[in-house]
Antibody, heavy 122, light 107 residues
Framework: QVQLQQWGAGLLKPSETLSLTCAVYGGSFSGYYWSWIRQTPGKGLEWIGEINHSGSTNYNPSLKSRVTISVDTSKNQFSLKLSSVTAADTAVYYC????????????????WGQGTMVTVSS | DIQMTQSPSSLSASVGDRVTVTCRASQSISSYLNWYQQKPGKAPKLLIYAASSLQSGVPSRFSGSGSGTDFTLTISSLQPEDFATYYCQQSYIPPRTFGQGTKVEIK
């Protein structure tokens, strides 16, 4: 059974860089889109971006200038960096597996990490 | 970006009721629509993908329908464990966007 486990700093100061990592256990790393999604009470669920096993990325244009998603296939891990954070970046951050069911559908997030609460405060 | 609008924002229902949640896209998304269930403090769980395909392990009382811009999630007989918030998500084009959620509460 595939599981995602994520970790990273939960308290940041404004202007710092958010850094989270997600490890994939129990399944293949290739053939999927490894994603980051965040959730706030005000804006709901917001897709941040995704990466595949070969390193090809897609980012949300609203965050693109500050986001970097990278992959380490040797460790079955992928990571998120979000620079110059502000209070507006306070959220629960999730990693997720994007699955297109062998090309039969669009991307659905079928497996999620446990979530990391990230607070930005001076 | 494609905007996803759910209705209602919340509803009250009783165990055994048939419940319907609607999601509308701001442009046609064919059948590229997914549904999730989220309980407090937990990550969302995929219920339905490609508008009507039931995710493995999800009870058959959940079903999805629709195409183009209008979609529906139906729970045929609401169970106690179904009280949660439900989200739709379009997978037609990036950025992948979600609806604002529909909270299903106990009447």
């Amino acid at each position: 059974q595939v599981q995602l486990q994520q970790w990273g700093a939960g308290l940041l100061k404004p202007s710092e860089t958010l850094s989270l990592t997600c490890a994939v256990y129990g399944g293949s790393f290739s053939g999927y889109y490894w994603s980051w999604i965040r959730q706030t009470p005000g804006k709901g669920l917001e897709w941040i971006g995704e990466i595949n096993h070969s390193g090809s990325t897609n980012y949300n244009p609203s965050l693109k200038s500050r986001v970097t998603i990278s992959v380490d296939t040797s460790k079955n891990q992928f990571s998120l960096k979000l620079s110059s954070v502000t209070a507006a970046d306070t959220a629960v951050y999730y990693c997720g597996r994007g699955n297109n069911y062998g090309g039969r559908s669009g991307i659905a997030f079928d497996i999620w990490g446990q979530g990391t609460m990230v607070t930005v405060s001076s | 970006d494609i905007q996803m609008t759910q209705s209602p924002s919340s509803l009250s229902a009783s165990v055994g009721d048939r419940v319907t949640v609607t999601c509308r896209a701001s442009q046609s998304i064919s059948s590229y629509l997914n549904w999730y269930q989220q309980k407090p403090g937990k990550a969302p769980k995929l219920l339905i993908y490609a508008a009507s395909s039931l995710q493995s392990g999800v009870p058959s009382r959940f079903s999805g329908s629709g195409s183009g811009t209008d979609f529906t999630l139906t729970i045929s007989s609401l169970q106690p464990e179904d009280f949660a918030t439900y989200y739709c998500q379009q997978s037609y084009i990036p950025p992948r966007t979600f609806g604002q959620g529909t909270k299903v509460e106990i009447k």
